[in-house]
């Protein structure tokens, strides 16, 4: 292939750097780590908003009214319960399989229950959007508990849409404060641009496939350690430091082998991260809250990790990104390492369905180009006479 030919020189590996759609969801300035949704800053919706009325904005571009607020959420609390054949085919799914396996799995199945194939009728938008916010947290959570052998916890119509997960985890109603935690966390996680699993929703979305299918696409996505895999490996990293001690001696041998420190880097933002300031805040007042004896040992390790990992990365643009601290206070929740990616999607499908709603008003089909590489004009060879 000639270094003239123009898709030669187009050709950008990973598409880093080339617009895939235009959007008015949300903005991201990874020079100065702004980072807006519908043009409202984070660092404003995680101090007064909720992670349901962002949802409506992701959404609707605008902030509900009250009535429109009460609305959409006894909408949404409504439709948190799963068929019992949902249930069902959850039981069925290997006991030690991974939770994000278990929820793509299951968030495919609700697709069949709720045919949505007419995705340009605003009846089935609104209320495929219902229920996928509604039921995606009652599926994790009745993974979670089949997974124990323990029976699955009906949803309770007077929580909010944290402290229900949270209960259906436990049949405990949360600490509030702890509610309140996850709630900013889902917020926080809820949109983000153009990263790989909305892309992977949206060139779903391009073929006109129906809105759970969409998410399922993108929850396989998200699974990866690369992208929402990466809390859980930061609290597995941190688990095997162990120690201050060991901090810098992991963090250099880590890097001599030239592997990846978890929870550090990304694709836009050369600064810290928005998302983990907030959430390191949080976990910092969390913890002091909480706890009568000082920090929690992991969330101790974790600050002296970032500290080491800065003075060894930030030459290079790399910092702590939304996924160092977030794992830490999933932690705390009480939610076990392999759960925190769905925990993840129940935050993002929020950004999938608001990107699968613009994408569909104004649809081309996704079908990128290639570079061909491999061989031309080979003959077939019979079998008899292959060696
Ligand atoms: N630790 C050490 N070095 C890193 C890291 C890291 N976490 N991230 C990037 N680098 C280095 C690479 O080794 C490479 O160095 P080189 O130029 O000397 O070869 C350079 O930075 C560029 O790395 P790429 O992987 O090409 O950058 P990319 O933009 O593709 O990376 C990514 C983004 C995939 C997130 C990467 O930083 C990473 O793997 N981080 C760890 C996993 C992680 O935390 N993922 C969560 C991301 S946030 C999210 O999805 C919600």
């Given at each position: ?161 944290a ?13 509030p404060m702890i509610a309140k935690a996850?709630d900013t ?203």
């Open positions: 292939m000639a270094m003239n030919d123009p898709s030669v020189q187009a050709f950008s590996p990973g598409l880093a750097g080339v617009p895939a759609a235009k959007s008015k969801i949300s903005f991201v300035d990874g020079q100065t780590g702004l980072l807006e949704y519908r043009g409202i800053r984070i660092e404003e919706l995680a101090a007064h908003s909720s992670f349901m009325e962002t949802t409506y904005l992701l959404l609707y571009d605008r902030l509900p009214t009250k009535a429109e607020m009460d609305r959409f959420s006894s909408d949404v609390v409504h439709h948190r319960r799963i068929k019992y054949r949902i249930t069902d085919l959850i039981k069925c799914l290997p006991e030690h399989g991974h939770p994000m396996d278990a929820l793509q799995a299951a968030v495919a199945a609700l697709g069949m229950f709720y045919p949505a194939r007419n995705v340009l009728d605003p009846e089935v938008q609104y209320w495929s959007t219902v229920r996928l916010i509604a039921k995606v947290p009652t599926i994790i959570a009745a993974y979670y508990r089949l997974q124990r052998g323990d029976e699955q916890i009906q949803p309770r119509d007077d929580l909010d849409h402290s229900n997960f949270l209960y259906m985890l436990t049949e405990t109603v949360p600490n996850l966390c889902l917020t926080l996680h809820a949109e983000h641009t153009m990263n790989a699993s909305t892309f992977s929703g949206m060139v779903t979305a391009s073929t006109l496939a129906d809105p759970y299918t969409v998410v399922s696409s993108a929850i396989g996505t998200l699974k990866g350690p690369l992208h929402g895999g990466a809390a859980q490996e930061v609290v597995e990293m941190l688990e095997a430091i162990g120690s201050r001690e060991n901090v810098r001696p992991y963090l250099e041998q880590k890097l001599a082998a030239k592997e990846k420190v978890m929870g550090f880097g990304h694709r836009i933002y050369k600064v810290k991260d928005p998302r983990a300031i907030i959430l390191q805040q949080l976990a910092r007042q969390l913890f002091a809250r909480l706890s009568r004896h000082g920090p929690s040992p992991l969330y101790a390790l974790a600050e002296e990790v970032e500290r080491v990992g800065e003075e060894l990365l930030q030459a290079k643009g790399i910092h702590a990104n939304v996924d160092f601290y977030s794992g830490v206070l999933y932690q705390t929740m009480g939610l076990d390492t392999d759960f925190f990616p769905t925990v993840f999607a129940m935050a993002r499908v929020s950004g999938w369905l608001a990107h699968w709603l613009e994408q569909i008003q104004d649809n081309r089909l996704f079908r990128p180009d290639q570079i061909y590489e491999g061989a031309h004009g080979r003959a077939y060879v019979p079998l008899n006479q292959r060696t």
